[in-house]
């Protein structure tokens, strides 16, 4: 195994992304810039987004705080030859999986003379070889502890060693308009957030009665502060006086 193998972070747009993968490599960079977390290069590799980072494990949790993904993963690249792939899948598997577990290989993406389907079968059988002493078997789709995903563009394949789930929805600001939310509860901080993940730039007006409920709020738009693509971020403040009937 080499000690040198780059990993790579790759993000998977979601559907109504991929026409906008521009300004979703634009979002990326820009959260990156904010959360000071350096990388290398960052490109579009046919479908996906591939960035090569100092630190893909913190780099890939910032990426995939983001509306308009549906997946981010950590993942060796290799180019696309069959054989290439499937050693590169083979090997990641045998590093990866542990005692007794069940492991399913899913391949997708660009294939030119094969079938995603071949790499999988092939994989597969070379991969129970391999982990044989360690009780390692296929599993199926729906039935698996650990999943090598791989991902096929015209040139390279991903092998990924961690896979997470997106958000999904539309990349931040793609719709080019900015609405006004009150946060006053938790409900209207979820509306808020939908209002992200359709692509809208928010803008936030904190409603609050007390101190106390004030603080609650606070910590409640601690979490949404972080899906806002800006560096700054201006938040305005309403005290409200409840009537006592």
Same mark, same amino acid.
């Given at each position: 195994?080499?000690?040198?193998?780059p990993?790579? &972070?790759v993000v998977?747009?979601?559907?109504?992304?991929?026409?906008?993968? &521009?300004?979703?490599?634009?979002?990326?960079k820009?959260?990156?810039?904010?959360?000071?977390?350096?990388?290398?290069?960052?490109? *579009?590799?046919?479908?996906?987004i591939?960035?090569?980072?100092?630190?893909?494990v913190?780099? !890939?949790?910032?990426?995939?705080?983001?509306?308009?993904?549906? +997946?981010?993963?950590?993942?060796r690249?290799?180019?696309?030859?069959?054989?290439?792939?499937v050693?590169?899948?083979?090997?990641?598997?045998?590093?990866?999986?542990?005692?007794?577990e069940?492991f +399913?290989i899913? *391949?997708?993406?660009? @294939?030119?003379?094969?079938?995603p389907?071949?790499?999988?079968?092939?994989?597969? %059988?070379?991969?129970?070889e391999? &982990?044989v002493?360690?009780d390692?078997?296929?599993? /199926?789709?729906?039935?698996?502890?650990?999943?090598?995903?791989?991902?096929? /563009?015209r040139?390279?394949a991903y092998?990924?060693?961690?896979?997470?789930?997106?958000? %999904?929805g539309?990349p +931040?600001?793609?719709q080019g308009?900015?609405?006004?939310?009150?946060?006053?509860?938790?409900? !209207?901080?979820?509306?808020?957030?939908e209002?992200i993940?359709?692509?809208?730039?928010v803008r936030?007006?904190? =409603? +609050?009665? /007390?101190? @106390?409920?004030?603080?609650?709020? &606070?910590?409640?738009?601690n979490r949404?502060?972080?899906?806002?693509? /800006?560096?700054?971020?201006t938040?305005?403040? =309403?005290?409200? !006086?409840?009537?006592?009937?």
């Amino acid at each position: 195994k080499k000690v040198n193998e780059p990993a790579f &972070v790759v993000v998977f747009p979601s559907i109504f992304a991929r026409k906008k993968i &521009v300004l979703l490599l634009s979002n990326i960079k820009k959260i990156l810039k904010i959360q000071n977390l350096q990388f290398e290069n960052i490109f *579009v590799d046919d479908d996906v987004i591939v960035i090569k980072a100092n630190d893909p494990v913190f780099v !890939s949790h910032e990426i995939n705080r983001l509306f308009g993904i549906e +997946y981010v993963s950590i993942a060796r690249r290799t180019e696309n030859k069959f054989n290439d792939v499937v050693s590169t899948i083979t090997k990641i598997g045998s590093n990866i999986l542990l005692v007794g577990e069940l492991f +399913y290989i899913k *391949v997708d993406g660009f @294939a030119l003379g094969f079938l995603p389907k071949d790499i999988e079968i092939a994989a597969t %059988g070379t991969l129970v070889e391999k &982990v044989v002493d360690i009780d390692c078997k296929p599993g /199926t789709e729906s039935k698996y502890d650990k999943m090598i995903h791989c991902h096929l /563009t015209r040139n390279n394949a991903y092998v990924s060693i961690f896979l997470e789930k997106g958000h %999904g929805g539309i990349p +931040y600001n793609a719709q080019g308009q900015q609405i006004l939310c009150c946060i006053y509860d938790e409900l !209207s901080a979820i509306s808020c957030l939908e209002a992200i993940k359709q692509g809208f730039d928010v803008r936030i007006l904190v =409603c +609050y009665n /007390t101190d @106390a409920n004030l603080m609650e709020l &606070v910590k409640i738009i601690n979490r949404i502060i972080p899906r806002l693509v /800006t560096p700054d971020i201006t938040l305005d403040f =309403c005290k409200v !006086s409840l009537r006592q009937d």
